[in-house]
């Protein structure tokens, strides 16, 4: 995809806004019933049928280390060629394209940043979902 048509869905975590790649992303869902997944990491509430496939949910902003937010009320469900995955989100804004944001690469070592989206209303932090998907992946296979 050229970059000029480049969508990023923005969501918040903890308050903060932050964005993933809409090429990462299957469907915005609400939340739904989850069961759980024995022996997985605290941040796993469960697992869902998604379209007849067994994804598991993730709580994001626990995932990442952050304050306990203002209640989570979506899920973002990555590409299955990505994961099966979904990450439970505060909120979802909107979608923007790529020539309505800068873009601007961090100076730190963050893994799962990409870079900082330069929006009018302000900045959003740009997260890659495919790093993250890796290091989860990781973390419940220990």
């Known amino acids: 995809m050229k970059d000029d048509v480049r969508k990023y869905l923005i969501f918040t975590l ?4 932050y964005a993933f790649d809409l090429t990462q992303v299957a469907e915005v869902v609400e939340q739904p019933a989850t069961w759980p997944i ?5 941040c796993y509430p469960g697992a869902m049928n998604f379209h007849g496939t067994i994804v598991a949910v993730m ?3 626990m995932f990442l280390g952050l304050p306990d937010g203002h ?3 979506k899920v973002i469900v990555l590409d299955t060629r990505i994961a099966a995955l979904a990450f439970v989100v505060e909120s ?3 979608i923007t394209l790529m020539n309505q944001a800068g873009l601007s690469v961090p100076a730190g070592d ?8 330069n929006l009018p209303e302000g900045k959003v932090t740009l997260l890659d979902a495919s790093a993250i998907a890796v290091h989860t992946a990781e973390t419940i296979n220990c």
């Open 14 to 17: 903890a308050g903060r806004r």
């Open 38 to 42: 024995p022996l997985a990491p605290p």
């Open 59 to 61: 709580d994001l902003a």
């Open 71 to 73: 209640g989570a009320e």
């Open 92 to 94: 979802v804004i909107r």
């Open 110 to 117: 963050e893994i799962f940043v990409i870079g900082e989206l």
